[in-house]
């Protein structure tokens, strides 16, 4: 069992910057996919990065270029770093583990959830 707590969203204005981390539990943080997906009021959960064990990082083509994610399996952490926000990045962020590897841009593949962090961007 994995558990996932997101921290570090808040209140930012269009074009600030913010980091988001997930910490997790457990002793195989290294072995998992680790996902950063959002869901806006009233829309679907949508992919946003993605990054694997091997380190390999994926993006959705809206945050592509302003959006970094990262990790540190020393920390079990995993990092999503936003620059550049506008007011449509406003969202509740989940992160989501995934044991060993599958298709990263859909949520169904991952096997675990943080209950996630809300991100308001204000024009």
């Known amino acids: 069992q994995v558990q996932l707590v997101e921290s570090g969203g808040g209140l930012v204005q269009t074009g600030d910057s913010l980091r988001l981390s997930c910490a997790a539990s457990?002793?195989?943080?290294?072995?998992?996919?680790m996902g950063w997906f959002r869901q806006a009021p009233g829309k679907e959960r949508e992919f946003a990065a993605a990054?694997?064990?091997?380190?390999?990082?994926y993006y959705a083509d809206s945050v592509k270029g302003r959006f970094t994610i990262s990790r540190d399996n020393a920390k079990n952490t995993v990092y999503l770093q936003m620059h550049s926000l506008k007011p449509e990045d406003t969202a509740v962020y989940y992160c989501?583990?995934?044991?060993?590897?599958?298709?990263?841009?859909?949520?169904?593949?991952?096997?675990?959830w943080g209950q996630g962090t809300q991100v308001t961007v204000s024009s």
């Open positions: 457990g002793r195989t943080f290294s072995n998992y996919a």
């Open positions: 989501a583990a995934m044991v060993g590897r599958g298709y990263y841009y859909t949520p169904t593949e991952y096997n675990y």
């Open positions: 990054i694997n064990d091997a380190g390999i990082t």
